[in-house]
């Protein structure tokens, strides 16, 4: 079988029954990492209708998987591609035979060969002749008799066939023709790029204190999204993991963060009696921790890029803009509205009965409490 490689800089066959002329010739074959070892070089007559192409200086590798025609001295011969027709052709347009594609790889088609009786130009490296001045010389064209094998460590298979595991590796062998695992190594493969892919971040395992009362601590993060109705960037959120009460509030400037969190701080005092003995912070450098420090608040901040360690604020977070784009998709809304669709959310959740609260809503929770009873919320 041919292809015509547009890549290769020489024509290479890997059966020695097509050679019309044959010299001894050692070298090394580079395809990508892989070597192949030169044996021979010589002529070689490739036929297609009543044409046949002399290729000369074609190199003999025996284990090369593909006989080549170089496509750069195929042009010297006056032999183009047209790849929108498939088809080898002459340099007045006239076809030649047929190719195909479908393997990633231009194969040529011998047996559906298009006759012509156009002569090509002769080239010193690259020549064609009419079958009938070369009967004498032809040759059947025959795959090579000995399938190519690729040999390599199961190591060097394990990087060609894209990291699969070592028990992939050792039964290569047994289900894949022309594959030879050649050394097996006595431990697991070691393989950086592996242990990179597969590398996992360290997250801390320290308890968090979640307290006994409703909002005696209070998880607050930011919640970012695209630009809203009425310049809203941002929502501020903020969680009890006692009641599971969330309190949000969209703000259209970091610089109202404070503000913000602020403002729930004074929410739960005046509306429950309740006063926050601690924080948990997302790391956001807007938020001035010494000003809670002052109100008599633990502060407890995240590292930088470890939301993890704020995992109450980080979860109810993500189900709220959860909540909301299935909202908006099922209202058919415009992405805009979606302050008021994580309002919304905010509100619903709050009502909704929980399995962690033995199917009461956060709402009910956190009423039943409270020690003094307001007379609404």
């Known amino acids: 079988m041919w292809a015509y490689d547009s890549a290769a800089d020489t024509h290479v066959c890997n059966d020695r029954s097509q050679f019309v002329t044959f010299s001894s010739h050692q070298g090394d074959l580079l395809v990508g990492d892989t070597k192949s070892s030169i044996e021979g ?4 007559y490739l036929s297609f209708g009543d044409t046949t192409f002399d290729l000369y200086e074609t190199l003999y590798v025996p284990r090369f998987h593909l006989n080549i025609l170089s496509a750069k001295r195929a042009r010297k011969g006056g032999v183009y591609h047209n790849q929108r027709l498939n088809q080898l052709k002459r340099e007045d347009g006239t076809p030649i035979c047929s190719t195909s594609d479908e393997t ?10 298009m006759p012509t009786t156009l002569p090509l130009y002769p080239q010193k490296s690259f020549n064609t002749t009419s079958i009938q001045q070369q009967q004498d010389k032809s040759i059947v064209l025959l795959s ?3 399938p190519s094998s690729t040999k390599g460590t199961d190591n060097l298979w394990h990087q060609r066939l894209g990291h699969p595991s070592l028990d992939t590796v050792k039964h290569l062998e047994s289900a894949s023709t022309g594959v030879v695992v050649d050394h097996f190594s006595a431990e697991k493969i070691t393989c950086e790029p592996c242990l990179l892919s597969k590398a996992k971040r360290q997250i801390s395992r320290r308890p968090i204190h979640i307290g006994d009362q409703a909002f005696e601590t209070l998880h607050w993060d930011l919640i970012h999204l695209s630009p809203g109705i009425n310049k809203i960037h941002y929502a501020s959120h903020a969680y009890c993991p006692v009641t599971k009460y969330h309190l949000l509030t969209n703000i259209g400037r970091k610089n109202q963060i404070q503000l913000s969190l602020q403002q729930m701080i004074d929410f739960t005092r005046i509306q429950f009696n309740i006063r926050i003995k601690r924080i948990h912070l997302d790391g956001d450098r807007s938020i001035d921790a010494d000003k809670l420090r002052n109100q008599g608040i633990e502060v407890i901040v995240s590292p930088p890029y470890q939301p993890e360690q704020n995992p109450f604020a980080e979860r109810s977070g993500g189900i709220i803009v959860s909540r ?14 979606w302050p008021e669709a994580v309002q919304t ?9 929980n399995k962690q609260l033995d199917w009461k809503s956060p709402y009910q929770a956190l009423y039943d409490s409270l020690d003094q009873k307001p007379g609404y919320m």
């Open 41 to 44: 070089i010589g002529l070689v």
């Open 104 to 113: 990633g790889i231009t194969l040529i088609q011998r047996e559906q060969s």
């Open 345 to 353: 959310a905010v509100y619903l959740i709050n009502r909704t009965p």
């Open 324 to 337: 909301a784009r299935a909202m908006i998709i099922q209202a058919a809304l415009p992405e805009h509205l």
């Open 144 to 146: 090579s008799t000995k």
